[in-house]
């Protein structure tokens, strides 16, 4: 509904890139990069008008506020937000968001908006390439519905023949893995040309290399490898600091706080279909019931011996206990509430309210943000 009317203007288009107080980062397009844009918007970007100043190969930046308009209507913008960007200042840097466009897919941890795909990490060895814990990632990875690719540094400390082995296995998992290594510059290349035109989100354990890595692909991005200093500075960023990192060949790629062990907040009905094997089945066969859980349920098409049948089984019955648990939760809390309303209790509040939150909704993160953005206006 806002790209058409938007066309014949003569408008500069943008990507928020990271939120500071109360500005916003923006990267404003090239001409000739008008034609990556896939946002519902019939054609290419105008061009921009007035240009800004040509002595730097990169594309321009402007620190920009956001409309009263916007905040009228509540319209929020988010890291990875496309937007139109009004009255340009380029001596002083400045700018002015005036609309944000739909956006194509927004995630919560961290919060971003429009990512085509998530970049997997994980080490071959030191750390060793635990099963279920890869297991675990790609299922939060998949959860989310974006592409995903599987990345297995340190190859360098393996054999061939057990990169040929990981691949077969990761195979019959219905993934296809690239090995890289960031110390000897193996295939670094392919990963930056296939992230490019893209946005992508970074994800994987400790210490397999995603700040060497990030570091490889963005020589300016400065991450601190393996130093305590690198580590604090982006757990102290964790909550609420995201930020795209502009990739020299193209494409923005932004980092994920260091989780070991992600948050399973999947239903025990979705799980199998983050499941590439179960998928498959699916595909081709349906069980006998709708709303077969695949276990000793009679002509089940997805029980069976795949490899990780087994993760599956454990997973639902993880997913299925958190399921068991938010139920117990829904009651008593909702007693609490009504009770704290009436009696007008503000001690009670703050603990009821992120309670709620951690219920209803799985963008906590996000909220926190909004609410960052509102305290600050
Ligand atoms: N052998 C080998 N070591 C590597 C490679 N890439 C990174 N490392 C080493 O692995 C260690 C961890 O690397 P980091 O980049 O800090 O890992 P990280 O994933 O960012 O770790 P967190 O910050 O804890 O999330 C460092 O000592 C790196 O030097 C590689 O390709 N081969
Ligand atoms: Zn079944």
């Known amino acids: 509904m806002r790209g058409e009317d938007l066309e014949t203007t003569g408008q500069l288009w943008g990507t928020v890139l990271a939120v500071q107080a109360n500005f916003y980062r923006v990267q404003l ?69 005036s609309e944000v466009l739909p956006r194509r897919s927004e995630l919560d941890r961290p919060a971003i908006a429009n990512v085509d795909r998530i970049l997997l990490v994980f080490a071959v060895a030191d750390p060793p390439l635990e099963p279920y814990q890869l297991s675990r990632f790609l299922l939060k990875a ?5 592409d995903v690719v599987l990345c297995l540094n340190k190859s360098d400390l393996i054999s061939t023949e057990q990169q040929r082995e990981i691949s077969d296995r990761l195979a019959s998992w ?34 397999v290399g995603k700040s060497s890595l990030i570091n490889a692909l963005i020589p ?16 102290r960023h964790t909550t609420r600091h995201v930020e795209l990192f502009e990739m020299p060949d193209g494409g923005l790629l932004a980092d994920t706080p260091g989780f070991n062990q992600p948050d399973l907040d999947i239903a025990p009905e979705e799980l199998a279909s983050l499941f590439p094997e179960a998928r498959q089945r699916l595909a ?68 009821l309210e992120s309670k709620k939150y951690r219920r209803v909704s799985r963008k906590t993160q996000l909220q926190e943000l909004q609410e960052l953005y509102r305290d600050e206006e």
């Not at 300016?220 to 757990?235: F, M, Q």
Request: net charge neutral.
């Open 29 to 97: 397009d090239l001409e000739d990069k008008g034609d990556k844009e896939d946002t519902g918007n019939p054609s290419p970007h105008p061009p921009l008008s007035p240009s800004p100043p040509l002595s730097s190969p990169h594309p321009p930046l402007l620190l920009c506020t956001r409309r009263t308009r916007l905040k009228k209507i509540g319209q929020q913008v988010m890291v990875g937000d496309r937007v139109v960007v009004e009255e340009p200042d380029w001596a002083g840097g400045r700018g002015a968001i």
């Open 142 to 146: 998949e959860s989310t519905g974006l």
């Open 174 to 207: 219905g993934y296809e893995p690239l090995f890289v290594s960031v110390n000897q510059s193996i295939n670094i290349n392919k990963i930056a040309t296939s992230l490019k035109e893209k946005i992508t989100v970074i994800a994987g354990p400790s210490g």
């Open 220 to 235: 300016n991005a400065n991450l601190r490898v393996g130093e305590i200093s690198g580590k604090l500075a982006r757990g």
């Open 284 to 351: 081709v066969e349906s069980c006998r019931f709708s709303d077969c859980l695949h276990r000793e349920e009679p002509e089940c098409v997805v029980r069976g011996d795949w490899e990780r049948y087994q993760h599956y089984l454990d997973f639902l019955e993880e997913a299925i206990l958190r399921q068991t648990h938010l139920n117990q939760q829904a009651d008593p809390e909702s007693t609490v509430k009504a009770k704290t309303k009436g009696k007008g209790q503000t001690k009670y509040e703050p603990k």
